[in-house]
């Protein structure tokens, strides 16, 4: 049995009977996205912004205006669930959906002067979070870390998807 809220190491006795030789990579991933994300709640909470808002923020900040489709795609949303954060980041002014004058089905989200504030107010505490935990996990292996992360996407884009019909 795991201790202090870990995932069970290798070698679990009752994953093995069930059949399972690897450990639960999504379930690691999930308690490492914890542990990260963990870190700058506080900051968001006390700002009023969901983390799924601030993941948009952040997108639009780096990426500039894009259609919802786009938005979903990057932060890894449904498409019902961006239409929903769109609707209430609209009503609190953090972003302003504009149709597209060449065709008016699409439309394209931008951030507003009001959330750039946010950014840029919240930017030296999220900027602080993460050199605390570059800090603590140390500079080589946080460069190693990103490295893994975009070489793990980059491969992982390249696996076809189960089908689940086995």
Known sequence: MSTKGQPPKPGDPAARQAGFRHRNLP???LHARE???????????????????????????E????????????????????????????DLGLV?????AQD??????????RS?????????QIEAVYQRIEDHIGPEFTERF??????????LGELPPVDGAD
């Open 27 to 29: 379930l690691l991933l």
């Open 35 to 61: 542990g990260i994300i963990g870190q700058f709640r506080p900051i968001l909470n006390a700002h009023g912004v969901t983390e799924q808002q601030w993941r948009i923020v952040r997108a639009l900040l």
């Open 63 to 90: 990426r500039g205006p894009m259609e919802p489709r786009q938005i979903g795609a990057v932060c890894r949303f449904s498409s019902p669930a961006v239409t929903g954060m769109l609707a209430r980041m609209d």
């Open 96 to 100: 302003t959906r504009e149709r597209q």
């Open 104 to 113: 008016a089905r699409r439309v394209t989200v931008k951030l507003t002067p």
């Open 116 to 124: 750039r504030a946010l950014a840029a107010e919240l930017a030296p």
């Open 146 to 155: 990103y490295a893994t992360l975009d070489e793990v996407i980059g491969l």
